[in-house]
C-alpha cells in the first residue's frame, strides 16, 4: 500500500507562484508514475499532468502545457506541481495519484492510490 498526502493549498492570487506537494510513503518501490488531478466544482475530474517516478520524465494536459509543472524528488518521496501563473479557472480541489502500471497516466482508473484532496482558490 502506498499513502500520499497533499499540501500546500489554500487561496493565492492570480499570477502568483502556487506550488502543491505530494509525499508518498509505504510501497513506493512499484510506483512507475505519480499524476496530479483537479476538480473543479460543478465539473468532472480532470487530468493536469504527471512525471515518471525514476525517470523524471513528465507530460501534461494540453490545457496544462506551459502553465505547469510536475516534478519529483525521489529520495525524499515527494511530487511537486508547480504553476507560475495560475489563474482563476485553476480553482479546484486537486489531487496526487499514484499508480503502479506502466502507461495510461492520463487516466484517472489507472491509478492505484489516491490523496485526500486539497483546495486551491485564485483569487482575481
Known amino acids: 500500500q502506498v499513502q500520499l498526502v497533499e499540501s500546500g493549498g489554500g487561496l493565492v492570487q492570480a499570477g502568483e507562484s502556487l506550488r502543491l506537494s505530494c509525499t508518498a510513503s509505504?510501497?513506493?518501490?512499484?510506483?512507475?508514475?505519480m499524476g496530479w488531478f483537479r476538480q473543479a466544482p460543478g465539473k468532472e475530474r480532470e487530468f493536469v499532468g504527471t512525471v515518471h517516478w525514476n525517470r523524471g520524465i513528465d507530460s501534461y494536459a494540453d490545457s496544462a502545457k506551459g502553465r505547469f509543472t510536475v516534478y519529483r524528488d525521489t529520495p525524499h518521496n515527494v511530487v511537486y506541481l508547480e504553476s507560475n501563473n495560475p489563474k482563476p479557472e485553476d480553482t479546484a480541489v486537486y489531487y496526487c495519484a499514484a499508480t503502479e502500471y506502466r502507461t495510461g497516466w492520463a487516466t484517472g482508473r489507472n491509478y492505484d492510490y489516491w490523496g485526500q484532496g486539497i483546495q486551491v482558490t485564485v483569487s482575481s
Open positions: 509505504g510501497r513506493t518501490d512499484n510506483l512507475y508514475g
